[in-house]
Every structure is written in structure tokens, then in C-alpha cells.
């Protein structure tokens, strides 16, 4: 995969993952769009609004990595594993939420994960300083 082919993988999945500010503006409203279900409560408000500025951070780093060929591998290791965790989860609990965005998010994020692994196996390392 070449260096632009990645850079724009990254932004575009980067900027879909971003979209997640929504559960930290609007926690309610974006669990029941996701999983047709809101968790109702402080404590439930707190850990949605975390969970969402989480999630943008990732898509954030996600942009700043296509940009920055240092961070771009430890980047999208973290994205993977964050994402393949999701996917599984959602998966092996969340079936019956197929029916609202959580179906579409396995889809998209299995995706996102499946290109960042191409990319990490294929990718050409620097020769190690001697």
C-alpha cells in the first residue's frame, strides 16, 4: 500500500471515527441511534461523554498519523486492536442492535481494521539503526 493510498485511508477513517463526538456532546441521542437503547443516569451520561472524546481522539490520531509516517504504525495498532475489540464485542453481545448503527459500524470498523492490517503487514520498515 503507498504512502498516499494509507494517508487518505486514515483521514477518511479518521474523520468517520471523529464522528463520534456526538456521544460526547449528545450521549442519549447517539446511544439510541447506535444501539437503539440510551443508558439513562449521571453515572451512564459521564461514561458515554468519556467514551465518545475517547473515540474522537482515536479518529484524531488517526488524521495526525497519515501525516506523520513516525506515529503511524503505533497509531494503527492501537486503532486496530480498538476497533477489532469493538467489532467483537458487538458481535459476541450486541446482535440484536445490528438492527440500528451498530450493524453498521461492525461493518465499517472490520473494514477500517482489515486495511490497517494490510498495512501493517505489508508496510516497509527502515532498516534498524546500528
Given at each position: 500500500?503507498n504512502?498516499k493510498?494509507?494517508?487518505?485511508?486514515?483521514?477518511?477513517?479518521?474523520?468517520?471515527?471523529?464522528?463520534?463526538?456526538?456521544?460526547?456532546?449528545?450521549?442519549?441521542?447517539?446511544?439510541?441511534?447506535?444501539?437503539?437503547?440510551?443508558?439513562?443516569?449521571?453515572v451512564?451520561?459521564i461514561?458515554?461523554?468519556?467514551?465518545g472524546?475517547?473515540?474522537?481522539?482515536?479518529?484524531?490520531?488517526?488524521?495526525?498519523?497519515?501525516?506523520?509516517?513516525?506515529?503511524?504504525?503505533?497509531?494503527?495498532?492501537?486503532?486496530?486492536?480498538?476497533?477489532?475489540l469493538?467489532?467483537?464485542?458487538?458481535?459476541?453481545?450486541?446482535r440484536?442492535?445490528?438492527?440500528?448503527?451498530?450493524?453498521?459500524?461492525?461493518w465499517?470498523?472490520?473494514?477500517?481494521?482489515?486495511?490497517?492490517?494490510?498495512y501493517?503487514?505489508?508496510?516497509?520498515?527502515?532498516?534498524?539503526?546500528?
Open positions: 500500500m504512502e493510498v494509507i494517508r487518505t485511508i486514515m483521514v477518511v477513517s479518521g474523520l468517520i471515527t471523529c464522528s463520534m463526538i456526538y456521544a460526547a456532546v449528545a450521549p442519549e441521542a447517539a446511544m439510541r441511534s447506535t444501539f437503539g437503547q440510551a443508558l439513562t443516569g449521571p451512564a451520561e461514561i458515554v461523554r468519556t467514551w472524546a475517547m473515540i474522537t481522539l482515536l479518529g484524531a490520531s488517526l488524521i495526525y498519523g497519515a501525516f506523520r509516517p513516525m506515529v503511524r504504525t503505533p497509531v494503527l495498532v492501537v486503532a486496530s486492536i480498538s476497533k477489532a469493538f467489532v467483537a464485542l458487538l458481535l459476541v453481545y450486541g440484536p442492535m445490528f438492527a440500528h448503527g451498530a450493524g453498521v459500524a461492525v465499517v470498523d472490520g473494514a477500517m481494521v482489515v486495511l490497517y492490517v494490510i501493517l503487514a505489508t508496510a516497509r520498515r527502515a532498516p534498524a539503526a546500528a
